[in-house]
Every structure is written in structure tokens, then in C-alpha cells.
């Protein structure tokens, strides 16, 4: 336990650092908030140095068991020290507000307690979105890649963050984390160019590429994306959030190799974009028939946006989709759940286990068929053993 707390007082530490984005962003913009956000690093890093030396006698390589705890206790501890600018920014916000805040943009979750967002300090609300591209491909990870003099076992923590399939861009974990944060900065970089030239300020362009980025769903505007009105905008978000729900992976060998071939042999970039095509075009016509909107192309419009962001688990919004035919909503939240690549920014089941479990089950009733046959389960022309089908099923089902 005490080698446990050595780590996580070094993952404090580190995580202080990233204070320093919302205090440039608060001098830039002159809100007059970077002091707070100055004592909130002070404050983190104190702790975490403190918390480190107190317990360096004790520091050895982790155990499995370790590396599930020190993931454990790394999620409730960042978004406490998250919350603190939140906390002494904000009066009248308690404790458990700004802890829920800061959870919800560490884990990308997107839900907020927060109002009035349009006039919310634009280091605050810069914040916020920091946390959904800090969280997006795991601030676990990212230690990984920035300490690693750590000495951490790297695959233990690798298990505890992603168990299902595993993808090696490099003989260590480390220098895997540093390709996948590569791939993730320069498609961010992307995303805020492009959103720029659409039409958005400098500072809603950063904003929304760190939530499309991380499927988080943040937004600086109370009317989330519905505050643009613009379908260039809507596209080009759309582009981010189906980049980001495939697998970092498939980005780094196609950027490698300057070539599309990986995604076009991976079954779950097949699967998620056949159920995403029909789900778009199925949703724009209820909505069509339904009346809702006048034409097919509008309904599409709406479609083609809420259903991609909502699949993705990224939440940004054009329309109050509540008030559509109700099939669609429920839809959404099912796509939610299973169309999420692995080694993806995306929650959920994930699309490969969701594609392993129908193979899984298809196998089963081939051998109620026929008892002797030998049907071993295949994803992409491989075959997935026993054991990965096992522990995936338990999952799933936990």
C-alpha cells in the first residue's frame, strides 16, 4: 500500500503541471484568475511531493494488484485536486459540485452542475475542457509516457485501464503512450485549425476540439453546438468525434505509413461505421415521417450530428433529441454502449467486445447444432482464445 502511495503522490505532483494551461490562458485573456489557479498547483504538488518523500523507503516495482489500486485511487484523487480552482474560484459552489465537475471532465463523462456557462471566467471554463483532453486517452497513460523513471509495472496498469484487447505500438508501454499522445495532440492540433476556419473563436475552437477530441461533451455555451448554428461547424465535429472513437492505434500505423489500409481491414472501424450509416439515414427518416423537421435534408442534419455525438459517447448537442419520436433516443443510448473502438478516448462495452459477444453467442448455437464441431470464435480472420472470450464476457456482464 505504501509503494501504492509513493506513485500516486509522484501522479500528483506531475498532475500540477498541467495547471499551467489555465493560468497562460488566464493572463492571456486577463480574467484575473490565475492566482487561484496558482495555489491550486501549489496546493497539488505540495501534497503530492510530500506524499512521495514520505514514502520513497517503501517504492518498489508494483504488483498487479498495485497497478489496479494505483488506477483506483489515481481517478478519486485527480478530480479532487481538479476541483480545486473550481472550489476557490467559484462562490457557493460546495465541495461535492466542483469533485462532481471535475470528475465528469476527468472521465469524460460530460454531465455538469454548472450554469450559466456563456458567462462562466473563460480560464474556468478552459479548464474544464483541459480535463476532458487530459482524461481523453487516460491520465494514467499519460504518466506513463511523461515519469517514466517511475519504475511502475507498466502492463499491470495497461490491464487495470483496458482489459479486452491489447494493442502494442512498441515493445514498452511507455514508448507506446508516447506514439498514442503524439497521435492525440497532432489530431487535436488538426481539430482546432479546422474548426478555426469554420468560423470559431481561437478560444471556442481550443475548447470544443479538447471535448471532441476526448469525447467529453463540455461546451463554454449553455446550447452546447446549437450556439453556432452552423453545419460546417457540425461536420467538422462530426470528423473529430468518428476519429476519436477508433482505435489510437489504427491512427498511428496510418500516419505511419501514410496509408488508409488499417482501417480498412479492421473489422471494428467496418462495424461502428455500417451501424453508424444505417442508424443516421434510419433516424433522419422517423424524423422525416414524423414530421419533426420539414425536410429530409434538415432531418438528416440533426440526425447525422446528435446520433454520431451520442454513439460516441461525447454528448454535444444540437437539438433537444428528447423530444423526438422516442425510438431514437433509446436508440442512441444503446449505440452508446457498444460503438466505441478499443484503445479509443469512447466508454462503453466497447465494439470489439460487443463483436467477440455476438461471435461468442453465434458459436454457442452452432454447437447446440452440432456438438462436435469445431467452431473457434474469429474477429478479423483471427482466432480469439478461450480465455480472452471468458474474460471479456465477465466484463461485460460486471
Excluded at 505532483?13 to 486577463?30: D, E, H, N, R, T
Excluded at 485549425?193 to 470544443?208: E, P, Q, T
Excluded at 455555451?221 to 473529430?240: G, K, M, V
Excluded at 436508440?331 to 478516448?345: A, D, E, K
Aim: glycine share 10%; proline share 5%.
Amino acid at each position: 500500500m505504501l509503494a501504492v502511495a509513493h506513485f500516486l503522490g509522484l501522479l500528483l505532483a506531475s498532475f500540477a503541471l498541467s495547471y499551467a494551461l489555465p493560468i497562460g490562458c488566464s493572463l492571456l485573456l486577463a480574467d484575473h484568475l490565475w492566482p487561484k489557479f496558482l495555489l491550486a498547483a501549489a496546493i497539488t504538488a505540495g501534497c503530492g511531493l510530500a506524499l512521495a518523500i514520505a514514502t520513497l523507503p517503501f517504492r518498489r516495482e508494483l504488483k498487479p494488484r498495485d497497478g489496479f489500486l494505483l488506477v483506483t485511487l489515481g481517478w478519486l484523487l485527480l478530480p479532487a485536486a481538479a476541483a480545486l480552482p473550481l472550489l476557490l474560484a467559484l462562490r457557493g459552489l460546495s465541495f461535492t459540485g466542483a469533485f462532481f465537475e471535475a470528475m465528469s471532465g476527468l472521465t469524460t463523462t460530460g454531465s455538469t452542475v454548472l450554469t450559466g456557462l456563456d458567462d462562466l471566467p473563460p480560464s474556468l471554463n478552459f479548464w474544464r475542457h483541459v480535463l476532458h483532453w487530459l482524461g481523453g486517452l487516460g491520465i494514467i497513460v499519460m504518466a506513463l509516457a511523461v515519469l517514466p523513471l517511475l519504475g511502475v509495472g507498466g502492463m499491470q496498469l495497461h490491464k487495470g485501464l483496458a482489459p479486452g484487447r491489447e494493442e502494442r505500438l512498441a515493445p514498452r508501454i511507455t514508448e507506446t503512450a508516447k506514439s498514442l499522445w503524439l497521435v492525440y495532440a497532432v489530431i487535436t492540433v488538426a481539430g482546432i485549425a479546422a474548426l478555426r476556419i469554420c468560423g470559431m473563436s481561437w478560444f471556442d475552437a481550443v475548447c470544443h476540439a479538447f471535448s471532441a477530441v476526448g469525447l467529453g461533451g463540455f461546451s463554454p455555451h449553455d446550447r452546447s453546438i446549437a450556439w453556432f448554428d452552423s453545419p460546417a461547424i457540425e461536420l467538422t465535429l462530426i470528423a473529430l468525434m468518428l476519429i476519436a472513437s477508433l482505435n489510437f492505434a489504427r491512427h498511428f500505423i496510418a500516419l505511419q505509413r501514410l496509408s488508409l489500409e488499417s482501417y480498412r481491414t479492421d473489422p471494428e472501424c467496418k462495424a461502428i461505421f455500417l451501424i453508424l450509416s444505417v442508424s443516421v439515414v434510419g433516424i433522419a427518416a422517423l424524423l422525416t415521417q414524423d414530421g419533426v423537421y420539414g425536410d429530409f435534408m434538415t432531418s438528416l442534419r440533426h440526425s447525422a450530428f446528435n446520433v454520431v455525438s451520442q454513439a460516441t459517447t461525447s454528448g454535444l448537442t444540437t437539438q433537444d433529441y428528447q423530444r423526438w419520436p422516442v425510438f431514437a433516443p433509446y436508440w442512441m443510448l444503446f449505440l452508446s454502449c457498444i460503438v466505441c473502438s478499443t484503445g479509443s478516448t469512447g466508454g462503453g462495452i466497447k465494439m470489439f467486445r460487443t463483436l467477440l459477444l455476438a461471435r461468442q453467442a453465434g458459436r454457442e448455437l452452432t454447437l447446440l447444432i452440432h456438438p462436435a464441431a469445431m467452431a473457434p470464435v474469429r474477429i478479423g480472420g483471427r482466432p480469439i482464445p478461450d480465455g480472452v472470450g471468458h474474460a471479456v464476457l465477465a466484463f461485460i456482464f460486471l
